[in-house]
Each structure stands twice: as C-alpha cells, then as structure tokens.
C-alpha cells in the first residue's frame, strides 16, 4: 500500500470516528434531557388571585342616584378617607342655550358638590358655573368629557371621584346619576 492509500484509510477512519462519537454524545445528552409535560391550560377561573395584606385595601363606592330638583344625596357615611364629605345636590334640569361653545342647545343636569373644601374638575363638554357646581350634559362614549371629576393623594392614599349622568328628564326635572368612588390605601 502506497503511502497516501494509508493517509486515504486515516483519514476515513477518522471521519467515521468522529461521526460516531458525536452520534453518541447527542444521544447521551438527549437521554439526560427531560422532555417536559405539555403545560397545563389556564381556565379563565384557574387564575391565581394575588392577595394584598391588611395595610393595603381599596375600597369602592359605586351608585346610580335618581333624584328630583332641589334633592340631595349626603353620601358621608359611605364617604373614605380623603374626602371629608361627599354631598350632591342636584339644583335642576334645563335646557341650555347654544354658545360658542357648544352650537346646539343640550339638557344638562344643574349639580352642586360639596367635598368639604376640595375642589372638583370637569371634562371639556361640562360647564364650570361656579367653584364645585356644574352643567352636566347627558354622559357619552366618551365619559372623562362630560363627567365631573377629582383626584386626590396623600402619603398613603389616592382617591378618584367621578360623576356622570345616566338619564336627564327636563319635564319632571328629574336625573340619574352615575357616582364612582375609588380609594386606594396602602402603608409605606
């Protein structure tokens, strides 16, 4: 045999010899390898409920006041921290004239808030009368627009207040509205 027919065999040899070893390490990795379980499917009601300790809670405050004119609704016992009190007085419903605001005319609901000394805000289609009284227009999709709204945070405390109206009757000057109270406590 010539000297490259033994070079030839060498190198074959160490061709199939490297092919083989590693052939046999994957095969022992796989083997070491374990193949999980499929992971089991979540139902909507599986879902793991995070519980917050007693220094954390939030409390929510949700109505829907159907009242006449010249009614209020003192809602201070219901009322959490950060606002002192929480009454709403709804002076009447009327028929606005249209303004260069707003080109059309709109019934709104005449609503007085007294949050003992806060003061509230409201959307771009409310009308400010006065400081915490308001026109509020029947709500739309858009509710932040035509909702009375007030935040408020301290330390160790936030608090969102937003009223809408639901329903407006100009005839019996009556009018629903929607009070969302959230307020959320927490220990530094």
């Not at 019934?107 to 805000?121: P, S, T």
């Not at 400010?128 to 301290?154: M, Y």
Request: aromatic share 4%; glycine share 8%; hydrophobic share 45%.
């Amino acid at each position: 045999m010539s000297a490259i027919g033994i070079a030839l065999i060498g190198v074959a040899a160490a061709i199939a010899g490297s092919l083989w070893l590693r052939r046999r390490t994957v095969r022992a990795t796989s083997d070491t390898i374990d193949i999980a379980a499929p992971a089991p499917v979540i139902a909507k009601g599986d879902t793991p409920t995070i519980r917050i300790g007693d220094s954390q809670r939030i409390d929510r405050l949700h109505k829907v006041l159907a009242m006449s004119g010249g009614e209020q609704v003192d809602l201070l016992d219901k009322a959490f921290d950060g606002i002192p009190r929480l009454r709403i007085t709804l002076a009447g419903v009327e028929r606005i004239p249209a303004d260069e605001r707003f080109p059309a005319a709109r019934d709104c609901a005449r609503v007085h808030l007294e949050l003992g000394g806060a003061v509230a805000g409201c959307g771009a289609l409310v009308k400010e009368i006065a400081i915490n009284q308001f026109w509020v227009p029947l709500a739309t999709q858009d509710e932040q627009r035509c909702s009375i709204l007030h935040f408020h945070g301290k330390d160790d405390i936030v608090n969102f207040l937003r009223i809408k109206a639901l329903k407006l009757n100009v005839e019996n000057a009556t009018a629903e509205l929607d009070v969302l109270h959230i307020s959320g406590h927490w220990v530094g």
